[in-house]
T-cell receptor, first 110, second 114 residues
């Protein structure tokens, strides 16, 4: 089983829709989690950090469920500019490496 | 402004040639990382360094080498032993062991074998 798993998508949603992605992880020692956004042929950029049960920033909400070992990302009122690949990552208790999921591709359609 | 700078942005390599990708950061981060990304794929760890003069192999280190002589710099050499080097290479840095904060990425180097 891969350490971090994501549904690759693509998720095709209309503008204004609410969309949610899940990311599952297998290492229970993981302490911190991150959602990154990656545009085509660009570097990943941090969208949100998740250290406790969840985090909210405007239209974006991330939630962490340690018992079931997954984190989720909810995007409300989708914009065309939200079209990108969303990468989930975890960092373990010792603050060593980051392990990334394969990413979920989102296309917001007019 | 603080950040991570990778150069060059595009690089073309002939078969059998070694090339070096540059990565410099001014964020005062102890940890630095090199990832490889193939089209439609996630990030795979090549090498990482938690401190100057020390580095460790990641999941796909064969055919690559690194050095960490300065805190700010972590160059990656793609050797002729790497049989399929065409990919997008990303350098990242973060606060080191004991911290749980995020990684920051450079803009990447796109390497193509010609």
């Amino acid at each position: 089983r891969k350490e971090v798993e994501q549904d690759p998508g693509p998720f095709n949603v209309p503008e204004g829709a609410t969309v949610a992605f899940n990311c599952t992880y297998s290492n229970s020692a993981s302490q911190s989690f991150f959602w990154y956004r990656q545009d085509c042929r660009k570097e990943p950029k941090l969208l949100m950090s998740v250290y406790s049960s969840g985090n909210e920033d405007g239209r974006f909400t991330a939630q962490l469920n340690r018992a079931s070992q997954y984190i989720s990302l909810l995007i409300r009122d989708s914009k065309l500019s939200d079209s990108a690949t969303y990468l989930c990552a975890r960092r373990d208790n010792y603050g060593q490496n980051f392990v990334f999921g394969p990413g979920t591709r989102l296309s917001v359609l007019p | 402004d603080g950040g991570i700078t990778q150069s060059p942005k595009y690089l073309f390599r002939k078969e059998g040639q070694n090339v070096t990708l540059s990565c410099e950061q001014n964020l005062n981060h102890d940890a630095m990382y090199w990832y490889r990304q193939d089209p439609g794929q996630g990030l795979r760890l090549i090498y990482y360094s938690q401190i100057v003069n020390d580095f460790q192999k990641g999941d796909i280190a064969e055919g690559y080498s690194v050095s960490r002589e300065k805190k700010e710099s972590f160059p990656l050499t793609v050797t002729s032993a790497q049989k399929n080097p065409t990919a997008f290479y990303l350098c990242a840095s973060s606060r080191g062991e004991g911290f749980i904060t995020e990684a920051f990425f450079g803009q990447g180097t796109r390497l193509t074998v010609v």
